[in-house]
């Protein structure tokens, strides 16, 4: 009777579980330390917070249930690994987002492109101040998505090893 519909179940809970595990910023920071360093001893990457051994314990626990990181024992040390499979899933998951958005911004874009740039008034121009931590406004802005097309893969991609680029469309 579980059938098809258990393993739909199924492939829901892990993918819950990944993105359970990735609400975390202390997990999200082990996942970088692994992308970024390479397989560690829990002594190592416990070193990193200041968190009760048994807290950071709880926090491994989730991460290797959600299937995120893997666990070896060299003696009596516990290596962890990072397992960047499951962000697969998560990317696939937000797919249709990413598609959604990149429509609305280029039709919100073709809007502001019709829009008339304001005739100035004759002689010079106001200064305003500026805010001491911002840039000052420009007039107009460059309407283009250059270099943020295809956002959840260059996340994505910083995790995996080696993945090869989608062909086709949107």
Not at 135 to 150: F, K, L, S
């Amino acid at each position: 009777m579980a059938g098809a519909g258990g393993t739909a179940e199924t492939a829901q809970g892990a993918q819950g579980r990944v993105f359970a595990a990735l609400a975390s910023p202390i997990r999200r920071e082990v996942l970088r330390l692994l992308r970024e360093q390479g397989p560690q001893p829990v002594a190592e990457l416990a070193a990193h917070f200041h968190m009760a051994r048994p807290s950071f314990s709880e926090q491994l626990r989730v991460l290797r249930e959600s299937g995120l990181v893997a666990e070896t024992k060299a003696g009596r040390r516990r290596i962890y690994r990072l397992q960047a499979e499951p962000l697969l899933e998560v990317q696939e998951w937000l797919h249709p987002y990413e598609r959604f958005w990149r429509g609305k911004l280029t039709a919100l874009a073709g809007l502001l492109d019709e829009i008339p740039d304001e005739p100035s008034p004759p002689g010079p121009r106001p200064v305003r101040p500026s805010h001491p931590h911002r840039p000052p406004r420009q007039r107009r802005r460059e309407h283009t998505m250059t270099g943020r097309e295809d956002l959840t893969a260059v996340h994505v991609d910083q995790f995996l090893p080696h993945r090869p680029r989608r062909c086709g469309g949107p």
